[in-house]
């Protein structure tokens, strides 16, 4: 069975950094472009980030380009997401996401599964 | 405000059969495929439609997608309580490049 555990969040200030985690099983983590998506407190959802199975393509919201850095360990088979110079309006549940296909391109793929998520919440 | 444009409610009655469509443009819908998520109250989101129109396994065949041009729609036929949740599409933004989500359809049966 394939699992997504997400870990890292928490209460931070703005300017801050966090480092999320999501630990993988279940599945050859490193045949598998992976996302992170998040969901503001009542909100809709909105992709963060792609990372292409070998790590050697990046793709980020405008929202968090420059800020935040995906990055994945094959060895270990866990995704990361380093967030720096945190804002307000970064507070949300984030979830990490498996593209549901391996050897086709990441914009014909589909998210599947996805974690339970981590909340990141920022306020002074 | 959201790339792609979905109605904010939907309802029907247990039975009845509902749509809820997707709106996007020639640099998204126009030029990708469509996925659709589902999320219960208090859950992560889930694979619903991918593809515009395919079912992963364990999806029942009530639910089905559609696309046309740069709108999507998808179906709910057989309307059920437990499909009380909301629906989000999805599709690839080849301008942004990157994934861009409907702001979601809360969907209610009544």
């Known amino acids: 069975e394939v699992q997504l555990l997400e870990s890292g969040g928490g209460l931070e200030q703005p300017g801050g950094s966090l480092r999320l985690s999501c630990a993988t099983s279940g599945f050859t983590f490193s045949n598998y472009d992976m996302n992170w998506v998040r969901q503001a407190p009542g909100k809709g959802l909105e992709w963060v980030s792609v990372i292409s199975a070998s790590g050697g393509t990046t793709y980020y919201a405008d929202s968090v380009k420059g800020r935040f850095t995906i990055s994945r360990d094959n060895s270990k088979n866990t995704l990361y997401l380093q967030m720096n110079s945190l804002r307000v309006e970064d507070t949300a549940v984030y979830y990490c996401a498996k593209d549901q296909r391996t050897g086709i391109m990441t914009k014909n793929n589909c998210f599947d599964p996805w974690g339970q998520g981590t909340l990141v919440t920022v306020s002074s | 405000q959201s790339v792609l444009t979905q109605p904010p409610s939907a309802s029907g009655t247990p039975g009845q059969r509902v749509t809820i469509s997707c709106s996007g443009s020639s640099s998204t819908i126009g030029s990708n495929i469509v996925n659709w998520y589902q999320q219960l109250p208090g859950t992560a989101p889930k694979l619903l439609i991918y593809s515009n129109n395919q079912r992963p396994s364990g999806v029942p065949d009530r639910f089905s997608g559609s696309k046309s041009g740069t709108s999507a729609s998808l179906a709910i036929s057989g309307l059920q309580s437990e499909d009380e949740a909301d629906y989000y599409c999805?599709?690839?933004?080849?301008?942004?490049?990157?994934?861009?989500f409907g702001g979601g359809t809360k969907l209610t049966v009544l």
């Open positions: 999805a599709a690839w933004d080849d301008s942004l490049n990157g994934w861009v």
